[in-house]
C-alpha cells in the first residue's frame, strides 16, 4: 500500500519536460511542482484517481485496488481497467494490440486492413431500410409477440380456422404498429441530432493547409486545429498548442462531468516541428472505454520513441479553453472515441412489476391450457358418443355425397386429430386470455406518466432552467416501491460550490457576515477594473482590522489572508464581464482543481488579498490596492498522510515564510501550542463549532523560516525532488521536517452549500421508510460534518465507525459491530424508543470487506443501521454496495449521482438518477431519470413514483380480469355447441374487444387518476409504504380479481342464457348482447375503482361503452354477415335491456359488497388519507379560513 | 420551461367519489326498490303468457315402428301424416304463435353455422360463390347449388294446421322472419336452384319458382340459433282460444330428428313484452333485488355495530402502531 507504484500512465517527468527552458534546478522543481496538476486535502476521490503526480499514489493506489476488484454484475464500467492496461505500465505496447496512425498520413494510416471508421456518429438504431424488419425483430424478442404471431399463423391453417384471415392478424397488427410508429418517432428524433453534430465544422489540414471539413468527413491520422471554446470533434494526440510549453486546457464537462480545467501537453518533440512538416507513427491502444486511460508511443521520422499517456489526448466532445489555438492528431474517430463507446444510452431494465407479472402470465396460461384441455377432452368424449350418427346428423355431416360414386369424409381427419385440432383452436380461440394490450398498454401509460413528470413545475430545476428528464420509459412504477436510496454527496446533496463562511483568527471569531458588502473586491490593473467573479460576504470587523489595526491580532489576521492566496494551485483567469462587456471591466476567474481553494482564494479576494497573477515563480497579489511579488520557493502538494499542504515563499520584505494549511487533527500536531494556549483553545472551540455547523474547517499555520532552516530544506527539497527512486517518500519527508512548531493563525468554515431542501428531502425520505445511505468520496470528517447538516445524522445516534487499516482490524471492528448493534436491539425491545444507529465505513474497510468476504457480516450492520455514510469510496465499491443490497434483499434500490464517479452504481442500482448539475453528463447519460435538484426525489417518488406504481399495478390487474372475463364467456359459450369453439360473439368483436373495445379508458385511467392528492402525499410520506408492501398489485389482488372475473363471466353469460333457453334466440343476437354486457360491465368495474373523476376519465370510460355499440352496429350494418341487423332487432326488445341491467347489477354486486367492506371495515391508510382529502376538500369550500388552522396544527 | 396548466399538472377539476355509508346502503336500497317491482311485473307478465307444448316426434311414430324410428322415417313410403290433439289449458288472445322446437339440434355447431354462403344469398350474380359451403356445395356434375351450405340443406320441413272442431284455424306464415333479412340480406332475384337433389336429402325443398327473399321459412331457419335447444316461428294463428278449447293438430312428420336423439315439440304460445313464458326474469329480478334489500340492512346494522368516523387520522397504519414496523 506504501509502496507507490510505477503509475500506468506517467504524466511525463516534469523535471525532463521543462529542462530546457528552465534555469537552475531548483527553480526547474518549484515551477514544475506549481504546473502540475495537484490534488489538495479536499478534492474528491475521483481527482485523485485522474492526477499522476507521485505524492498521491497511495490514495491512487488505493483507488486501484478497489477498481480492480471484479464486482459481478458490473459490466460496463467506464472507470473500469482492463488487464491489458494495467499490463501496459510494465511492458510494451504490443504490435498486435495496436492501432497505428501515421500523423498526416489518412490516407496510409486508413490503408487496408486498418480501415478505420470516419468520424461520422450514428445513434439512430434503423435506417429506412432496415426499420421494418428490425423493429419487428426487436419488438418479436416479447415471447408474448411471438406467442400471437404463432397463433396467428396457426389461425392460417384451413383445419384450424377460428377466425377470417384478416381478423387474426388483426390485433397483432395493432399494437405492433402503435409501438413500431412510437418507435420511428423516437429514431427521427435521434437521426437529426446526429445530423446536426455531423455536420458541425472543423478546421483539418489537407494538402499542408488548415480548411473547414465537416466533423463527419474526419479521418484517423488528419491533423485537426481547434481554436479556444471550440468542442473537440474526435480523440486526439495533441502535438501543438499556443502556449510555447505546450499545455492545453480541456473542460471534460461533456465526457465525466467534472467542470474544472484538465491540463493537457503537447510533446516537446511534437511542438519543435512545424505543423505542416509534421510526420511520424502513432502506436496507440485499440479503442476502448476508458477515458482515463491512453497508452501510445509516438515515433517522429528520425528519433526515439516518446510514449504517450493520458495527458497528451483531447478527447471527443471536451471543449478547448484558455488556450488559443491547439492542433492534435486524429486517433480515434466516430464510433471508436471514448465519447461514444461510453455512451451506451440508456440502460434497459426491467420494472418489477412487469417482472412480477410474468408469473400472473404463467397463471394464466396455465388457466388457458386447463380450459383448451377440458374443451378438446369434452369435444372427444361428445365425437365418439355420436361416432355412429356424425355421417348423417345435418349439423355435423362428416359424409360428403356431393359425388354420388364416391362418398368422402369430408373435414373428418379421425378422432384423434378432431380433438388435436380442437385443442389448437381453443389456443386461438381463447389467446386472449394472455392480453395481448397489455404491453402496448404499458409502454403507451408510462410514455403519459413520463409527460406528466417532465411537465411537473414542482420538478423544473429553475436555477438551471432543466426540467425532469425520462430517460428510461420502462421502469417508471419502480419509483413507487424504493426502500433503499443510495446517493452521493458532493454535487447531490451540495451545490458542489464552496462558500467561504467563517473565520477564526488569532483566537477571535469571525463569522458575523451578515452586515458585509456581498461585493467582491474590485482592484485596478492598467486602468481595467478586476473584479471577482464570485462575491463572498465579508466580516466588517475583520475587515477594518485588515485595513487599520495593528497589534499581534492584526499581524496573524494579514498573514491568514496572506496564506489563504497563496498556498493553493488556483490560476486567476481574466474573462470579459459578461454582464457588461462594454465597461473597462473585467472577471477574475479563480480555476483550480479544488473547490474549497476557490472558495479560499475568493475570500480572500473579498478581503483585499486579490491574486492577480500565478506562475510556476511567483504570485503577484493585490493588497488593497498595491501590487505585491512573492516568489514561490517550494510547494509541498497535499498528500492523504500529511493532510496538510505548505508553500515556501519569499516576501517582498525579503523574509522567508512557510504557510501551511491542512485538515485539523494533522495540524494541531504540528503546532506549537505553547506559543499562544489561548489562540490555540479558542480556535479549537471554534473548529469545532463550524464543524457541527456542518462546515469544511482548515487550520492555517506559519512559520518564518531563518536563512540556515530555509537552505537546509532547499538541499533536500533539491535531493528528494531529483531522486529515481521513492521520490514520493522523499517529499514527503522533507515537508514533515519543515512543517512543524507552526504558529496558529486561525481556521476557516467553508460551506460547501447544501442544495435547497436537502435536510426536508432525507426526512420526509426517512419518513417514508426510505433508508438513506451516503457514499461520498469525501474524507471521514466532512461526510459526518455534511451528515449532520443535512439531519441524515442526528446528536442522538449512535455511530458505529469502521476505519480499519488492515484485514484483522478490520474484522475486529465488524465483529464489534455486529454485538452493539445486537446488543441495542435485545435493549430496545423492552423500551420503545430505539437507539437510532448509524453507520460509518470507509473505502478501505470496504476494500478489505469485499476481500476477505465478510460482506454478509457488512450487510447485517448495514441493514440494522438506520443510516449509512460510507467515505472515501471509490466509483467501483460504490455498486459494490448497491449490490451488496440488491443480492441479498428483495428491496428495490435506487441511486443518485451527479458525477461520473457515480455512474457504475446508477446502472447497478434498480433505479438509478443523474442529477444533471454541475458535473455534466456522465451520471446523466447513465441514469433512467436525470433532475436538477436532490429535494426534486420527493416528489418524485411520494408522488409520482407512488401514483404510478398504483396506477400500472391496477392496471395490470384490470388487464388480466377483463381479458380473462371475455375468454371465461366465451368459454361458457363453447361448452354449449358441441365443443366447437363457435362464438356467437362476432369475430370482428373477438379481435377489437381488447384492443380497441376497452382498452383506452384502463390507458387513460393510468395516466390520470390518481388515488390521493399532491399535497397529501408529501403531507404523509408513510403513505409510500403502500408501494413497498407491493399493495397495489400481488398475487392475492390477482386472485381476486380472477374470482370476480369468473362470476362476472358467469353472470355475463348465464343470465341471458337461462332467460332466452327455448325461445326464437339468434346467435348473432345473443352474441350482441353478450358484447355489450361484457364491456359494460368491465367498463362500470374500472369506473367503479375510479378515484378521480374528471372530464377525460369521464369520455373515456362512456365513451368506449358508446363506442363499443357503434362498433357492434355498424358490424351488424353489413349484409353479408350472418348477424345482420340483429343488434337494432335486439336492442327494439324490452328483455334485451332487462337482462343488460340485470347482468350488470348482478355482476358488480360481489366487487361492490367486497369494496364495501373492504373500505369501511378494513380499511388501508390510502383509503382513511383519501377520506381525510375528501373532509379537508369540502372544509376548503365550506370554512376556508378554519382550513387554515387545520393545516397549521398538521 | 415547461408549460403550466392544470392538465399538465394533474390538476383538472374532479369529482372524487367515496363510498360512504350513506352511499352504500342508498345504492342498494335504489337497487332494491327498482329490481322488485321490475321482477314481480315480470313475474305477472310471464304468468300471463299461455304456453301449449306438444312433443310429438315419438307419438308420431307408428308402433309398429318404435324400435326403428330411422327406418321410419327414412322410408319415403311409409305417410308422415299425424295427428295430434291438445287442449287448451288457459284463455289465449290472439295473436297465437306457432312455434317449433328442437332440442338437442347443434344450430350453432362450427361445421354447421360456417356452412353458408350469405353472399349467394343476397346476389344473383353470385350463385357460383359457393365457398365455404362445404359439403353442400356443388351437385355431383359441379353445379352450384343455391342456396347452398348445411344449413340450407337441413331446411326443416314438418308442416302444422290446426282445427278446433269444424273450425279451421288459419295459420298466417306471412312476415314470420325478419324484415331486414328479406330486404337485404335474401335476393329478390335469386332463386333456389339444384337444391336438394343431392343422394341425401337433409330436410325441406324450396319452389324454384319464389326468390329467396320470400321463402320465409328458409329465412327464419337461415337464422341460426343461439342454443341447441331452440324455437323458431312457424306461423301466427289470429284467432283468440278459449280455455278446454280442443284442437286437432295435423302434421306431417318429415324431419328427421332421430339419428341425433333431437326432439320435435309444436308450441302455441301467446307473447308479452318479454316474450315468451319464461319466469327466470321475473325471479331473478325479485332475488337480486330482495338480496339487495338485505344487504342494505347487513350494511346499516355493520355500520351501528362498527363505526367508524371517516378520514380520521388515528386509523392510519403508522398511527395504530406508534413504534413502527
Known sequence: MDVPAKLPDPVPSPILRHSPSSGSAMSRSLRSVVDMPSVTFAADMRSDSTRGAESTASSFESFRRAGSRPVPGVARLPTRRSASERAGSQRDLRDEDARFVYINDAARTNAPPARFPDNSVRTTKYSVLTFIPRNLYEQFHRVAYVYFLILAALNQVPQLGVFSPVASVLPLAFVLGV???????????????????????????????????????????????????????????????????????????NLDGESNLKTRYAKQETMTTPTEALAGLIKCEKPNRNIY?????????????????????????????????????????????????????????????????????????????????????????????HSDELGVIPYFRKKDFSDPNEVENYKWYGTGAQVAFTFMMAVIQFQVMIPIALFISMELVRVGQAYFMVQDKHMFDEKRQARFQCRALNINEDLGQIKYVFSDKTGTLTENRMEFRC???????????DGGEADGHAVTEDGVVLRPKTAVKTDPKLMAMLKDGTGAKADAARDFFLTLVTCNTIVPIIVDDTEDPAAARRLVEYQGESPDEQALVYAAAAYGYTLVERTSGHIIIDVFGTRQRFDVLGLHEFDSDRKRMSVIIGCPDKTVKLFVKGADNSMFGVIDKTMNPDVVRATEKHLHAYSSLGLRTLVIGMRELSQEEFQEWQMAYEKASTALLGRGGLLRGVAANIERNLRLLGASGIEDKLQDGVPEA?????????????????????????????????????????NSNSRDSCRKSLDDAISMVNKLRSLSTDSQARVPLALVIDGNSLVYIFDTDHEDKLFEVAIACDVVLCCRVAPLQKAGIVDLIKKRTSDMTLAIGDGANDVSMIQMADVGIGISGQEGRQAVMASDFAMGQFRFLVPLLLVHGHWNYQRMGYMILYNFYRNATFVFVLFWYVLHTGFTLTTAITEWSSVLYSVIYTAVPTIVVAILDKDLGRRTLLKYPQLYGAGQREESYNLRLFIFFMIDSIWQS?????????AYRKSTIDSASLGDLWTLAVVILVNIHLAMDVIRWNWITHAAIWGSIVATLICVMVIDSIPILPGFWAIYKVMGTGLFWALLLAVIVVGMVPHFVAKAIREHFLPNDIQIAREMEKSQDSHDVTHPEVQMNTMARA | MPKYSKFTQQELPACKPILTPKWVVSVFFLVGIIFVPVGVVSLLAARDVVEIVDRYDDACVPANMTDNKLAYIQNPNISKDCTRTLTITEDMKQPIFVYYQLDNFYQNHRRYVKSRNDGQLRDAAKANQTSACEPEKTTADGKPIVPCGLIAWSLFNDTYSFTRGNENLTVDKKDISWK?????????????????????????????AIPLSEQEDLIVWMRTAALPTFRKLYGRIYVDLKKNDTITVRLSNNYNTYNFGGKKKL???????????????????????????????????????????????????????????
Open chain 1, 293 to 385: 486511460g491512453f497508452l501510445a508511443t509516438v515515433d517522429l521520422d528520425g528519433r526515439r520513441a516518446v510514449s504517450l499517456g493520458t495527458s497528451n489526448i483531447m478527447l471527443r466532445g471536451c471543449e478547448l479553453k484558455n488556450t488559443a489555438w491547439a492542433i492534435g492528431v486524429a486517433v480515434y474517430t466516430g464510433r471508436d472515441t471514448k465519447v461514444m463507446l461510453n455512451n451506451s444510452g440508456a440502460p434497459s431494465k426491467r420494472s418489477r412489476l412487469e417482472t412480477h407479472t410474468n408469473r400472473e402470465t404463467i397463471v394464466l396460461a396455465i388457466v388457458l391450457a386447463l380450459l383448451c384441455t377440458l374443451v378438446s377432452l369434452l369435444a372427444g368424449i361428445w365425437l365418439s358418443d
Open chain 1, 179 to 253: 409501438t413500431a410508429v412510437k418507435d420511428a418517432y423516437e429514431d427521427w428524433r435521434r437521426h437529426r441530432s446526429d445530423k446536426n453534430e455531423n455536420n458541425r465544422t472543423a478546421s483539418v489540414m489537407v494538402d499542408g493547409v488548415f480548411r473547414p471539413k465537416p466533423w463527419s468527413d474526419i479521418h484517423v491520422g488528419e491533423l485537426v486545429r481547434v481554436v479556444a471554446n471550440e468542442t473537440l470533434p474526435c480523440d486526439m494526440v495533441l502535438v501543438s498548442t499556443s502556449d510555447p510549453t505546450g499545455v492545453a486546457y480541456v473542460q471534460t464537462i
Open chain 2, 180 to 208: 331486414s333479412d328479406r330486404e337485404h340480406k335474401f335476393g329478390k332475384n335469386v332463386y333456389p336452384s339444384n337444391f336438394q337433389n343431392g343422394l341425401l336429402k337433409g330436410g325441406g325443398t324450396l319452389d324454384p
Open chain 1, 503 to 513: 473565520a477564526s483568527v488569532h483566537g477571535g471569531d469571525f463569522s458575523e457576515t
Open chain 1, 1050 to 1058: 358467469l353472470a355475463v353469460f348465464f343470465i341471458p342464457y337461462l
Open chain 1, 762 to 802: 432525507i426526512e420526509k425520505l426517512r419518513q417514508a421508510g426510505i433508508k438513506v445511505w451516503v457514499l461520498t468520496g469525501d474524507k471521514q470528517e466532512t461526510a459526518i460534518s455534511i451528515g449532520f447538516s443535512c439531519k441524515l445524522l442526528t446528536r442522538e445516534m449512535t455511530q458505529i465507525v469502521i
Open chain 2, 267 to 325: 308450441v302455441l304460445s301467446t307473447a308479452t313484452w318479454l316474450g315468451g313464458k319464461n319466469d327466470f326474469l321475473g325471479f331473478a329480478y325479485v332475488i337480486v333485488g330482495g338480496l339487495c334489500f338485505f344487504l342494505a340492512f347487513a350494511f346499516t346494522l355493520l355500520y351501528f355495530i362498527k363505526p367508524r368516523k371517516l378520514g380520521d387520522h388515528n386509523y392510519l397504519s403508522w398511527n395504530r402502531h406508534p413504534a413502527g414496523r
